[in-house]
């Protein structure tokens, strides 16, 4: 049974930090490229971070990018994402999703159920 389980969310201030985690089971995690995405209330999910099968290569959206980092630990099967000097802006449901590695790109293809960061002004 494929699983991938979100936490290390929470209420913080902003320009605080959070590290959020992604554990995966049931698949092959070290052959799946990882991402985030999040989705804030009332706004269509959007893609944060990304992270190729063996770490090696990284891409973030603009908004994110300087203030989040992801990385990911192949050995334990899990994926996080440090997330640093946060805005109320960044305030939404986070998602880990996996895609199975490869070119062209295809669809992801298991998603988590979400960890819910919210930052106050």
């Known amino acids: 049974q494929v699983q991938l389980v979100e936490s290390g969310g929470g209420l913080v201030q902003a320009g605080d930090s959070l590290r959020l985690s992604c554990a995966a089971s049931?698949?092959?995690?070290?052959?799946?490229?990882m991402a985030w995405f999040r989705q804030a209330p009332g706004k269509e999910r959007e893609f944060a971070a990304h992270?190729?099968?063996?770490?090696?290569?990284?891409e973030y959206a603009d908004s994110v990018k300087g203030r989040f980092t992801i990385s990911r630990d192949n050995a334990k099967n899990r994926v996080y994402l440090q997330m640093n000097s946060l805005k109320p802006e960044d305030t939404a449901v986070y998602y880990c999703?996996?895609?199975?590695?490869?070119?062209?790109?295809?669809?992801?293809?298991?998603r988590g159920q979400g960890t819910q960061v919210t930052v106050s002004s």
């Open positions: 992270i190729s099968w063996n770490g090696g290569s990284t």
């Open positions: 999703a996996a895609r199975l590695k490869g070119w062209p790109p295809t669809a992801y293809n298991y």
């Open positions: 049931g698949f092959t995690f070290s052959n799946y490229n």
